[in-house]
C-alpha cells in the first residue's frame, strides 16, 4: 500500500506563488509516476503536473512556464516527497490539489485526499 499525504495550500493574492508538499509512504519504491492533480468546483479533475522515476515531467499547458514539480527521494528509500512550486497564480489555479501516485506493472492509482488552493484578492 502507498499513503500520500499533501500539504502546503491556503489562500494567495493573483500574482502570488504557493509551494505544495506531497510525502509518499508504503511501497513507493513501485511508483514509477507521481504527480499533481486538481479539481475545481464544478469540474472534472485534471493533469497538472507529473514526474517520473528517472525525472521526465509533464506538465498542462495551462501551467507551463509558472509551476515546477520535484521529486525527492529519502536516502532509504522509505518516502518520496514531491513538491509542486506554483508561481503567478490567478483565479483560474483556484482548485483542491491532489498528490498522486501510479504503479505502472499493477496498474494501481493512489490519491491524497487533497489540498485546498485559493487564488483571490
Known amino acids: 500500500q502507498v499513503q500520500l499525504v499533501e500539504s502546503g495550500g491556503g489562500l494567495v493574492q493573483p500574482g502570488g506563488s504557493l509551494r505544495l508538499s506531497c510525502v509518499a509512504s508504503?511501497?513507493?519504491?513501485?511508483?514509477?509516476?507521481m504527480g499533481w492533480y486538481r479539481q475545481a468546483p464544478g469540474q472534472e479533475r485534471e493533469l497538472v503536473a507529473t514526474?517520473?522515476?528517472?525525472?521526465?515531467?509533464?506538465?498542462?499547458?495551462s501551467v507551463k512556464g509558472r509551476f515546477g514539480i520535484s521529486r525527492d527521494f529519502s536516502r532509504d528509500n522509505v518516502k518520496n516527497t514531491i513538491d509542486l512550486q506554483m508561481n503567478s497564480l490567478r483565479p483560474d489555479d483556484t482548485a483542491v490539489y491532489y498528490c498522486?501516485?501510479?504503479?505502472?506493472?499493477?496498474?494501481?492509482?493512489?490519491w491524497g485526499k487533497g489540498t485546498l488552493v485559493t487564488v483571490s484578492s
Open positions: 508504503g511501497f513507493i519504491f513501485r511508483l514509477n509516476i
Open positions: 498522486y501516485g501510479k504503479d505502472q506493472e499493477l496498474g494501481m492509482n493512489y
Open positions: 514526474i517520473s522515476n528517472t525525472g521526465s515531467t509533464n506538465y498542462a499547458d
